[in-house]
């Protein structure tokens, strides 16, 4: 197989926005790709935050393999990137628009057509994605059919700012657009079913996330719990702008491949680095393990021929990973996949509805926390700081203790509104979770962080996690699980 | 530089968190340099400074001490009514962050609405560590249908609705000043489409009134009256258009960037057109 690949890739556009049918957003051109390929609904990032995610993509590994457990922490100087094993192949790897794999020159290994002035990392999707699809747009119309197989990141910022506006009312609220007759309280997308949550979190999305002291967006997380009802809903109104001011720009660009002559050898990537709570369990932004946060959507097409069976299905029973999209575009170029790879090519799946599909997909987040999912179940479990200096190196099973837990039935509770943790009729399925999670860590290569800031961020977030805990001896009882402590009340399954 | 708290209205107010904490200093020094020059200066077109309303990605705390560091870019807007009765408008922008200049040359009918009239040109450069050089693309509308062109190959982006009318962005303050804007919001069932860029088509446009606000100007001891408008819809976020009294655009605030007039025509093209 060697195809020329178009890579589109979002930023923090979750998968359940353009899953589901929604009058209050208009997407033409990701629906048409979605028409013109195949849809994955159960894709999943390696990790919600931007750097994290992306380093997984262009290097294969989890972050916790790769020195990038969270946004700000370096590739190790020793990962070979896609670029590099693309090139090394004779295939030309190009980019335009965001990179942020932190610590790696994206001018190492691909050519750049389009980077911005500053290396683009959060917002300004606003003009940095123009630029992106002029340069993406005048490489395929100038390309010619005849030379090397192309892979072509068009990696755009939106929908992204949605992070910076709301970071505009950390010391104000918003303003009520409604009241105001700006906006016709008709427009706005209702609040979601999931509006509320089952306060039995884990201790690191308490921590990390939750109240006005979160380590991640602390001063915002303080400000939108005052929020009143049309001010979520007007912040959903503005996420949906940016969805379709990004898939304005993806339609320019594929009208472009169309008018090329090259969408016959063209195979079409979409995807998102990470998702965006928006507005799901009280929350905004990513950093967290429910659904909205860590499902990415996923589509592989063409607007040409193809050669994978009937265009416009989905597929909602084979879980992706963001593992996989090395594997995967690699095996699209015609390119060896390297050894060693946690992730798995998925183009078998385009084509063989009975492609062996994976039992679980794997995600981290945050350092501290990880998550399991099968097609029922999510599984979210945390590790305790240990205080020393073992917390350098990222946490498993075999160096820190398991904190707290949830446990989600995402066909009775897709909103994941009930923790089943501490459902004793759970035991047996919370137990067969922990026995996959060593499974799993026992093939990750955790590697120490070398980078001094890294290891201070770790170092900081931990003893946040000690504190926590010290303060609040109760939950013991709820690490134990030998009773259910908590059970009932708040909410029982059947009135979520 | 003075630190002072500045009163902003909200739809421009990027001063505090995660913006530039200077930035309420910067846009009043600038609407204080533009309220001095509506009286004083005679400009054949009107010229804005681009402030980033968030330092997040644009640059350190440290270099938007200075107005020099804050400002990330530059607009022009000339716009003279030709022998041929069109309104001709002229606009070069250029943002030193994505390093994109980009030039826009387009006609539009004297009519109200500032419709686009015949072609118009795209002249984008493009100076940054990348290869991409710019982009040169002509525009068209075949009846509904809106294009462009660029290396000799023809790119459909976007299509009109029956009935909707089709204005470019930079004409958008024109289009206010004209009355146009009175009449859509009364309730007068015209459908507004905003090229963007002029090559972004975004349907649906809706136009609302945010009334008046009177901004201080500590600066020179004074404080100007502007009357605002949030035009937003698919595909565009709320984007904030503040004019002053006589219908000069003073302000332009979108979610990244805020442009600001620094200095103005004393002879307003619209005014002399009787509209």
Redesign the interface.
């Known amino acids: 197989m060697s195809h020329n690949v178009l890579f589109i890739s979002v930023d923090q556009l979750t998968a359940a926005t353009i899953a589901n049918r929604n009058d209050c957003l208009s997407i033409p051109n990701i629906n048409s790709l979605a028409a013109n390929g195949i849809c994955f609904d159960r894709a999943y990032c390696s990790d919600p935050a931007c750097a994290p995610a992306r380093s997984t993509w262009m290097t294969g590994l989890f972050p916790s393999e790769i020195g990038t457990v969270f946004n700000g922490a370096p590739v190790f100087d020793d990962v070979v990137d896609l670029g590099s094993v693309l090139r090394g192949a004779g295939c030309r790897p190009v980019h335009a628009g965001k990179w942020h794999v932190e610590g790696r020159d994206v001018h190492d290994s691909f050519d750049v057509l389009f980077y911005g002035q500053r290396q683009i990392e959060a917002g300004a999707g606003e003009f940095y994605d123009v630029s992106t699809t002029h340069a993406a747009m005048a490489f395929l119309l100038n390309q010619a059919a005849e030379s090397a197989p192309f892979f072509l990141h068009a990696s755009y910022v939106n929908p992204h700012d949605i992070c910076e506006f709301q970071h505009s009312f950390e010391d104000k609220p918003p303003p009520e657009l409604t009241a105001l007759g700006l906006l016709d309280e008709s427009w706005l997308p209702k609040l979601p079913d999931n509006f509320n949550f089952d306060p039995r979190e884990i201790v690191s999305q308490r921590v990390m996330r939750r109240g006005g002291d979160a380590l991640i967006h602390g001063p915002i997380e303080a400000r939108l719990q005052h929020w009143n009802t049309m001010q979520w809903r007007a912040m959903t109104w503005h996420y949906h702008r940016f969805i379709e001011r990004v898939d304005t720009e993806i339609g320019l660009l594929l009208d472009a491949l169309a008018q090329s002559g090259l969408a016959d050898d063209t195979v079409i990537v979409f995807s998102s680095d990470h998702g965006e709570s928006n507005g799901h369990h009280r929350m905004f932004q990513k950093f967290t393990l429910y659904e909205e946060s860590i499902r990415v959507p996923l589509i592989i097409a063409s607007l040409g021929s193809w050669s994978f069976g009937e265009k416009g299905r989905r597929n909602d029973t084979y879980l992706v990973s963001g593992a996989d999209m090395m594997p995967t575009l690699c095996t699209l170029l015609g390119v060896a996949v390297p050894a060693g790879l946690p992730g798995r090519s998925i183009v078998p799946a385009l084509s063989q509805t009975d492609a062996a599909e994976p039992e679980t997909v794997y995600v981290e987040c945050n350092y501290w926390s990880r998550a399991l999912v099968d097609l029922r179940w999510k599984y979210v479990y945390e590790y305790m700081p240990n205080g020393d200096g073992s917390d350098a190196t990222p946490p498993r099973n075999a160096t820190h203790a398991r904190g707290l837990e949830e446990l989600y039935d995402l066909i009775a509770d897709p909103g994941e509104t009930v923790n089943l943790a501490y459902d004793r009729g759970h035991t047996a399925v919370i137990e067969r979770f922990r026995v996959r999670a060593d499974q799993v860590e026992a093939d990750r290569r955790s590697r120490p962080l070398t980078d001094p800031r890294a290891v201070e961020t770790a170092r900081r977030w931990g003893d946040a996690l000690l504190a926590y805990w010290q303060k609040h001896p109760e939950l013991d009882a709820m690490r134990s699980r030998n009773e259910a402590p908590l059970l009932n009340r708040y909410h029982s399954p059947s009135t979520p | 530089m003075m630190n002072q708290p500045i009163s902003l209205h909200?739809?421009y107010?990027?001063d505090?968190?995660?913006?530039a904490p200077l930035f309420g200093q910067h846009i009043e020094r600038f609407l204080a340099q533009a309220h001095v020059s509506l009286r004083q200066k005679s400009d054949p077109g009107q010229s804005y400074s681009i402030l980033p309303?968030?330092w997040?990605?644009?640059?350190s705390a440290a270099e938007i001490e200075t107005d020099e560091g804050i400002v990330i870019g530059k607009l022009v807007l000339r716009r003279l009514q030709g022998a041929d009765g069109c309104w001709h408008y002229d606009i070069h922008r250029s943002?030193?962050?994505?390093?994109?200049a980009a030039a826009y040359h387009f006609r539009t009918r004297d009519d109200p609405w500032r419709s686009t009239e015949g072609s118009w040109t795209i002249r984008?450069e493009?100076?940054?560590?990348?290869?991409?050089v710019?982009?040169e693309a002509t525009g068209t509308t075949d009846r509904d249908c809106i294009s462009i062109t660029?290396?000799?190959?023809?790119?459909?982006?976007g299509r009109l609705e029956p009935g909707e009318k089709i204005v470019p962005f930079w004409a958008v303050s024109d289009w206010i000043s004209s009355g146009a804007a009175e009449a859509l919001i009364s309730g007068e069932p015209a459908k507004v489409a905003v090229l963007e860029?002029m090559?972004?088509?975004?349907n649906g446009i809706s136009f609302?009134?945010?009334g008046l606000w009177r901004q201080e100007l500590p600066s020179i001891g004074s404080e100007i009256t502007m009357r605002g408008f949030?035009l937003?819809g698919?595909?565009?976020?709320?984007v904030y258009w503040w004019f002053a009294e006589d219908g000069r655009l003073l302000v332009v605030s979108?979610?990244?960037?805020t442009y600001v007039l620094e200095t103005a025509s004393s002879t307003n093209p619209i005014a002399k057109a009787g509209l």
């Open positions: 909200w739809s107010a990027y505090c968190g995660a913006q309303n968030f997040s990605g644009y640059k943002n030193s962050t994505s390093g994109e984008s493009q100076s940054d560590s990348g290869s991409f710019g982009l660029t290396s000799g190959k023809t790119v459909e982006i860029n090559s972004r088509l975004r609302r009134p945010l949030m937003s698919q595909g565009l976020p709320p979108s979610t990244f960037q």
